[in-house]
Each structure stands twice: as C-alpha cells, then as structure tokens.
C-alpha cells in the first residue's frame, strides 16, 4: 500500500494491546495471520484500504483515513470493476464496507477458535475439519 508511515506501527501496538487484544485474536477478527499484524505493528508493511477501514472500526486507529488520504474508493480498486459491481449488486454495499460487517459479526469465541486453529498443524487442522463436518452434516440414521 505505497509508503509505510513510521508511528502507525507502534500505535497500532499499543492501542491493541490497551483493548486487551493478542496478535492472534486481532488477527482473527481481521481474517489475516497474526504474522501479517505482527508486520503492521513493526511497520514493515501497511495495512490495506479494507483492513484500515477495519482497524478504524475497531477503534485500534484514529482519524488515519483522513490524515494520509485513503478511502473507500482506494480499497475498491483493488478489485477488478466487474468483481467490484458483482459484489455491491449482490450484497447493496462496496466490498470495503462488506468486509467491515464481517468483522462486527465475529463474536469473541468465534475469535478464540480461528486463534487456536490457525495454531494447529496441517494435519490436526484436517482432523478438527473432518470432525466440524461430520457433526454439521445432516442427520443420518444410526439405527
């Protein structure tokens, strides 16, 4: 996303952990892998259009937007037009807004089971999907 603003790092750091939030948690909430927070927070990369909607939304940021001039219609051409169109057709909203919703339907212990999955290794993730699976399938008969 161009250019990495030296204090956002740090104030996302600070502010996520005065809200009580893990890298893992954060990181749950936002859809992303606690290493790409963790890349933010030493201000190796920035975050994306869409994730700072997300962060302002979460109150981890103040007033960013504004201050470095990114807004909706940034995030939205990062999508190709017809992609974009698609998705306010089906959904009545632009994508950044989209993926800001999601991130106010996450509930806390949503959050803590994306956390401990993404700590699992490939094959205890399969079994913990074959498992999920199997109790969300339809009833079968065990008679």
Known sequence: MGKVD????????????????TLDRLAAELGVADKTVG????????????????LEKLGLIDGWQTRNGVGKAEAEHALPQ???????????????????????IRDESECMVIAYFRQLSDRQ?????????SMTSPARSDK
């Open 39 to 54: 890349k933010w927070e030493r201000g190796e990369v920035m975050p994306s259009p869409t994730n700072i909607l997300a």
């Open 6 to 21: 030296p204090s956002f790092g740090p104030d996302l750091r600070r502010k996520r952990r005065a809200s009580g939030r």
């Open 125 to 133: 993730r399969w079994s913990v999907l074959d498992i999920v699976s």
């Open 82 to 104: 017809e992609l974009s169109d698609r998705v306010r057709k089906s959904f009545g909203c632009p994508i950044s807004e989209l993926l800001v919703r999601i991130v106010d």
